[in-house]
């Protein structure tokens, strides 16, 4: 309507009445054309982001030699926790499936989400929790697993220090599609302090500070106004569900009111 409202404008500027129409129908016509494209354009980003996902989630569950029927189950939960219709779903599978294959390409396929994703921190953490539920969900992330995000990481410019983190919130997690397999409150309380990114020595302040600051950077809507996809919110809410669990473990133990 914009476009159609300028091109009427112009045309009676230069030609009147029968410019006035003119100029509103070329603007329409504009307008149109724009809609079109910019619909177009975010499909294939859509599709390019769903295939850079699940081919390295196919080749991440298959570098401990074997795809778990665990592995295969949470991949079916991110059909519908990330809400993909069927053609999506089909898309994704052939995705996952090319990923395990011998000959797979993991740097390109990182260098391709590199390039969708343009640095945007916020979406390539959630992009690297989604690889790490995945891998985790037979109970263990697998040394050789590990290595191969800590390279993912990397080349997103991330640090092994990021990865740990993600991996010691996903066990310090008790419920939802991330947990994977019991481990002992011991070990799940030392994973709340690394989830955190505080230790056991630090004072109930430091903590609440830690905990208010991981938060707020990971709230769904902070992260939509960055630039996050709507198809990712349920990530995020899900990592704010593991930042609260771990925050409760810890204030359990410490009895931090």
């Not at 995705?95 to 294959?101: E, H």
């Not at 080349?155 to 220090?161: D, F, G, I, K, V």
């Not at 993600?166 to 997690?173: G, M, P």
């Amino acid at each position: 309507m914009l476009f159609a409202l300028i091109g009427a404008l112009v045309g009676a500027a230069f030609g009147g009445l029968a410019g006035f129409l003119v100029g509103g129908f070329i603007g329409y016509v504009a307008a149109a054309w724009l809609q079109q494209w910019v619909v177009g354009n975010l499909r294939v980003a859509q599709s390019n982001l769903l295939d850079a996902t699940f081919t390295i989630m196919g080749a991440l569950s298959k570098a401990d030699g074997v795809v778990t029927r665990d592995e295969i189950n949470v991949v079916e939960q991110f059909f519908r926790m990330l809400k993909l219709n069927n053609d999506q779903k089909e898309q994704s599978k052939a995705a996952f499936d090319r990923g395990k294959q011998p000959d797979f390409d993991l740097d390109a396929a990182v260098d391709q989400f590199a390039e969708i994703s343009r640095g945007r921190r916020p979406l390539i953490s959630l992009f690297l929790q989604l690889q790490c539920m995945a891998v985790a969900a037979d109970g263990r992330i697998d040394p050789a697993e590990h290595a191969m995000l800590v390279r993912i990481a990397n080349r997103l410019r991330l640090s092994e220090a990021d990865v740990a983190q993600l991996e010691a919130l996903l066990r310090a997690a008790t419920t939802g599609p991330s947990t994977g397999k019991a481990t002992r409150p011991k070990d799940r309380l030392a994973d709340a302090y690394t989830a955190l990114g505080v230790s056991p020595e630090s004072s109930p302040a430091e903590i609440k500070r830690a905990y208010r600051r991981l938060i707020s950077q990971n709230h769904p809507d902070k992260l939509a106004a960055r630039g996050l996809p709507e198809s990712m919110r349920a990530v995020a809410e899900e990592r704010s569900r593991e930042i609260n669990a771990a925050y409760d473990l810890i204030k359990e133990a410490r009895n931090i009111k």
